[in-house]
């Protein structure tokens, strides 16, 4: 499978903003990830891509550029790291997107970065692409962010605050799964950065200083793509290993590989950690013996699409009863019934379903090429 999206897009960001030259080896090459690349060259940074080598030319926390244009398309990881990169640093810049991502909710970060001293111009909707931003290197006192609706908000700020002179304070309100801020802190210390954290009443305070240095670092394969071919040997008895999954791994979602090699066979599950694979066990929930009750997932109604909307639309053509209940779903089990299934845009309701049409005759998935938004050769590799 391919390298990780998250730590490829992690690795781009703190590479460009390191002294000197990093090496990535084994990146994940997906559309995001390539938009997070023409991102960061539009802002001057010298970029090169070899294979799934990536030679990135650091800026040392200050951008070439202080004026332009840049475009984050449908990537959710590049827009919110870009637009905190972007409030963080000296300059004026307009930024656009897709359609799609201008319905993401991003809110959040931006009344983060109001409260820094960044000044924003909407285009369009308020708190949304597109707009124009006016940065602020020297924010005073201390940021704070609500991270109800996504950690990523507190991820941007924390690779993006050596940007800022002198040490940076961010403390967050709300709570959500944390795996993918603690792969953000690890990161940046392998890249010299130092990063604290307290806890504080009401959440967390986090202290960033220091800058960041060029490394050659190794990018995980993506443990998210992997998950697909682990739920493939829990419904089909298969014994199918995925190339460079280790025991352990930074990404959350070697969660959803433990409960597949453990027989997980129905229940509740709370899936706030990795709820990237909250569809994955939707598509294969009607083969367990009993009701599972995916919990935690409230927040994936803001992704590509409504997920949870889109797998009680899918699972109720195949015939599959299911219904919404609390933060999730609840899904019985059954037979599933030949159907056209939807894909609303979204590349894991493309990739989750085609599991399920795996131990189903008639199962069609439309418009499958949206998964080349983070694995381009996924059908290719499951054929």
Known sequence: VPGSKSITARALLISALAEDTSVLYGAGLSDDCLTFIGCLKSLGIGVDVSGTTVTVQGCGGKLPKDSGEVYVG?????????????????????VRSSQQMERRPIGDLITALQSAGARFEFLKNEGCF??????????????????????????????????????????????????????????????????????VEGGNLYTVKGAYSARKYDIEPDISAACYFYAINRILGTDIRVKGVMPRSMQ???????????????GEVDMSAFSDQALTMAAIAPYFSKPTHICGIEHIRGQ???????????????????REEGSGVVIFPGTPR??????????????????????????????????????????????
Request: net charge negative.
């Open 74 to 94: 449908s990537a959710g990881t590049a827009a919110r790291f870009i637009t905190a990169l972007l409030a963080l640093s000296k300059g004026q810049f307009i």
């Open 130 to 199: 597109p707009f124009k931003v006016w940065g602020n290197p020297a924010p005073s006192g201390e940021i704070c962010v609500n991270i109800q609706k996504s950690s990523q908000f507190l991820s941007a700020l924390l690779i993006a605050a050596v940007c800022a002179k002198g040490a940076l304070r961010i403390k967050t309100t709300g709570s959500h799964g944390m795996a993918y801020v603690h792969m953000t802190a690890d990161m940046m210390w392998s890249f010299g950065a130092d990063v604290q954290e307290e806890h």
């Open 252 to 266: 959350s979602d070697s969660k959803f590989i433990e409960l597949m090699r453990g027989g997980f066979d129905g």
């Open 338 to 383: 030949p159907a056209e299934l939807q894909t609303f845009g979204d590349h894991r309701v493309a990739m989750s379903f085609a599991i399920t049409g795996l131990r189903a005759e008639g199962i069609v998935i439309k418009d499958a090429e949206v998964c080349a938004k983070t694995f381009r050769e996924y059908f290719t590799v499951l054929d």
């Open 304 to 322: 590509e699409c409504d997920r949870i909307a889109a797998i009680i639309c899918n699972l109720s053509a195949m015939g599959i009863e299911c």
